[in-house]
Each structure stands twice: as C-alpha cells, then as structure tokens.
C-alpha cells in the first residue's frame, strides 16, 4: 500500500505560532547591524565589536537593502552594531528608512546622543530608541560596559527626555550581577519616562568569555520568572520562553524564531539566522548575492532547513518541551551542545550531564571578531560630540 499521506490544514485554521515555525514570506523582526565600530568594549558583546570593516555596505547599499524591506512590507527593523551612530551616514539611512514605511528601532550605547542628536531623534517619525545599560548602578554597569559608560548613558536618556522625544526604551542583559537590580532599573526608567526592556545573555562573540561568570544561576532564573510574570509591561524581546518550563508561559511566541520570523544582517550585508548566532554554520547568504536580501530569505537552503518540523531530541520525554520548546539554538551551539539538545540554562537542570560531559572540549567561537588589538575590556568612555552630524 501507499504510504499514508497526512495532509496540512489549511493555513487559515493553523494556529498562528505554527505559521511562525513553518517561516514567514518576511522576517517580522530584522536586526541589522551597521557596524562592527564602536567606543565600547562590552565584556558580552555578541559580535566582539571594536574595528570597522572596510567592507562594511555602502550607504547606497544600504538604501537598497531599505528598498527590499518596504517591497518585503518588513514593518520595522532594528538597527545595532556596534554602536550605529558611529557611521558617518546614520541619519540619512534612518531616514531613508522612515521615508519608505520601515520604522527604526536602534539601539545604542548612548555616548553619541548630546542634545543635538537627541532634538534630531525627536523630529523624526517612526523611530524608538534603545539605550543599553547593565546595571542599575555604576560599579555594577561599569565593570560590563566601561568606566564612564553608566554616566553617559544617564547623559543621553536626558537629553531624549528634555527634547520630548516620548518612551525610548532602557534595555538590559540580565546577569547574575544585576538580576536583585531589577527594580532598581524600573526606578530608573520610570524616572525618564521610559520603558524598561530586558534581554537574555547569550555565549556568543565576547559573551563565550564571560558567560560562566555572568549567567544568572539557577535560583536567579527563577526569581527571574516570577518577577516577569508580575509585570508584564516590562518587554522582553521573547528572550527568556526557557523559563515557561517553569509553570505559565510568559508572554510572546515562546519559540525559536530563527530563519523563520528573525534573522541578521551585519554589516558587511551577511545574513545570519539570528543575531546570535554570527557563526559559519549559520550563515544563510548575503545580501550582495543575486536576488538580494529577498533571495536568501526565501530560498536559503539554511533557512528552509529551519522552518521543517523539530525534533524535541533529548527534550522528548520532558513534560514541559511544549512550553519551553527545548530553549534558545545558539545558547545550545555556543557551549558545545547539539541543537536538539535541552537549553543550557534549561530550569528543570536537564542540561547539566551533558555540560558536565562537554568538560574542556573546544568549544565553537563566533567566526567574526572586530575587537580592537591592545584595548582593555571593559574599556573607558569618552563623550564625543555629535553635532559634527
């Protein structure tokens, strides 16, 4: 007999995340980082960002990548680096963008935004701000982003705030140092009228260095969780649906979304996966090739591969896989686990013997690294002027 054939319901009456895991025509949110250059020299910094590429897109490159989006109707895009205000065009590609319906968000270390640039921001339409800390106070923040760094991100939510430009967001890594900070960085965002926006540490770029000291330890993460939960106006990106392993989801897609709903385009206009992963294995194409950024996005062999259905792997007989859909694929990739593996920081400690059986292997490193040759990290922030823009 034939083999039985197990027909796909209509799109229409598929859940909406199950249209997610199958791939979207457009990515719903694109990071694109513009840079490799920055001032700072983060101890986690995904991309060990430092030196600019010299191969690094054109403005007019970036324009048509622009073009490509608006004919994708990608909403928005979120604009990094690096730091993106390092580029000597970022207005004008911010406004390129906003001009042809793809808002901007970008996120920044702060130390480029003086009044100027912060008034330049609030005429804009279309366009949110993130400003980065990682601790609620200076000794906290300083020792992850650079003495100084803490003094001048409060400089720039000042000016922001002074030229009205509206709720920019204050965006954190949750750390071990800075997980008890929690309340402390909503005091701080309320105080400027801003939104508070925590993210996940990843073991990508420097983060492989500092990973086993900075990620937040069991009890943390569960505190974590709880805290979540109880307030759910402070945004997360998705970065933490490990936890739903926990008890109750927390809200948003609570799944892996790479090559389906995200990728990255870094600066030299390679398109990767997600932004964690800047890694060859997970390379889909680059935005140079025939057909664009449209062409790897829709036909990448990588990014097909992604969207066929999962295997729960060792994940299989754990009761919460649904929930927690076995974590985040580059945390697994960077620690040496495989990808059907459990989630390295999985809550139930499902990951722990196989990390303990990892031991000192060679671990895989990010495949790009533009830090700067004799700079300290954490390095010291200098202000900069902006008005030169």
């Known amino acids: 007999m034939p083999p039985e054939i197990v027909a796909q319901p209509p799109a229409a009456t598929r ?9 979207l025509d457009a990515p719903i949110c694109l990071t694109w980082e513009l840079t490799y250059a920055c001032n700072l020299s983060c101890v986690h910094c995904l991309s060990s960002s430092g030196r600019r ?15 490509e989006l608006q004919r994708l109707q990608v909403f928005y895009v979120n604009l990094g680096g690096g730091e993106p205000m390092l580029r000597q065009d970022f207005f004008e590609i911010v406004q390129y963008a906003t ?5 901007v968000k970008f996120s920044t270390n702060g130390t480029f935004i003086d009044r100027a640039a912060a008034e330049r921001l609030a005429a804009m339409d279309y366009v949110d701000v993130q400003i980065s ?4 106070d200076a000794t906290v923040n300083d020792a992850v982003r650079g003495a100084g760094s803490f003094a001048a991100a409060h400089q720039a939510m000042g000016h922001l705030r002074d ?3 509206g709720p920019f967001k ?23 009228g801003a939104q508070l926006r925590v993210t996940r540490l990843r073991p990508s770029g420097r983060g492989a260095d500092s990973w086993h000291d900075l990620h937040p330890t069991q009890e943390q993460q569960r505190r974590l969780y709880h805290w979540l939960l109880d307030r759910p106006d402070v945004l997360t990106g998705d970065s933490f649906f490990h936890l739903s392993a926990l008890g109750e989801p927390l809200p948003g897609l609570n799944l892996c979304g790479a090559g389906r709903v995200v990728c990255l385009i870094d600066p030299v206009g390679d398109v990767y996966a997600c932004p964690f992963v800047i890694h060859d294995e997970f390379l889909a194409g680059n935005v140079r090739d025939r057909g664009g950024f449209t062409g790897v996005w829709r036909d990448s062999d990588l990014f097909a591969s992604l969207r066929e259905p999962d295997s729960a792997g060792a994940c299989v007989s754990c009761g919460s896989y649904d929930a927690c859909q076995g974590g985040c694929m580059a945390s697994k990739f960077f620690v040496g686990l495989d990808l059907t593996d459990p989630d390295p920081e999985c809550v139930l400690g499902n990951a722990e013997p196989l990390l303990a059986a990892i031991g000192d292997a060679e671990l895989p ?3 790009v690294d533009h830090s700067r040759p004799g700079v300290p990290v954490p390095s010291p922030v200098t202000l900069r002027p902006t008005s030169r823009r």
């Open 99 to 103: 001009d042809h319906q793809v808002g």
């Open 53 to 67: 590429d010299p191969a690094e897109l054109t403005t007019e490159e970036c324009f048509a990548v622009v073009d």
């Open 133 to 136: 800390i990682d601790g609620a």
């Open 163 to 165: 030229a009205g430009f």
């Open 15 to 23: 859940p909406l995340v199950e249209e997610f895991r199958l791939g």
């Open 365 to 367: 490193r990010s495949t």
């Open 170 to 192: 204050i965006s954190l890594v949750v750390t071990r140092h800075n997980v008890d900070q929690l309340d402390g960085f909503r005091e701080i965002a309320a105080g400027y």
